[in-house]
């Protein structure tokens, strides 16, 4: 099994980048898939999800209107495009697939997002 993310790296305030994640060794579209944000010196926080069909999203309040997260089943990808990016949404961005009765669940290793000017 794996998660791989791509995308991350630095940017200015208000910029935009388009995280992925591949997924690879399970059945991806039987997975709720997630994005997760550790920023320095907390915890990891739910950024936003996506059910298996990708017809049902969630956001945390803070990213509302900013992030989008989508899925390509045919492609086992999911995606975080972020728009208008501020200095708080620096973190290690990380992609999570969980099982339908939340029993297994899978983690990528991670990709970092610095924004700064």
């Known amino acids: 099994v794996q998660l791989v993310e791509s995308g991350g790296g630095l940017v200015q305030p208000g910029g935009s980048l388009r995280l992925s994640c591949a997924a690879s060794?399970?059945?991806?579209?039987?997975?709720?898939m997630s994005w997760f944000r550790q920023a320095p010196g907390k915890g990891r926080e739910l950024v936003a999800r996506l059910s298996e069909s990708g017809r049902l999203t969630d956001y945390a309040d803070s990213v509302k209107g900013r992030f989008t997260i989508s899925r390509d089943n045919a492609k086992n990808t999911v995606s975080l495009q972020i728009d208008d990016l501020k200095p708080e949404d620096t973190a290690i961005y990380y992609c999570?697939?969980?099982?339908?009765?939340?029993?297994?669940?899978?983690w990528g290793q991670g990709t970092q997002v610095t924004v700064s000017s």
């Open positions: 060794g399970f059945t991806f579209s039987r997975y709720l």
């Open positions: 999570n697939a969980v099982d339908a009765w939340g029993k297994i669940n899978y």
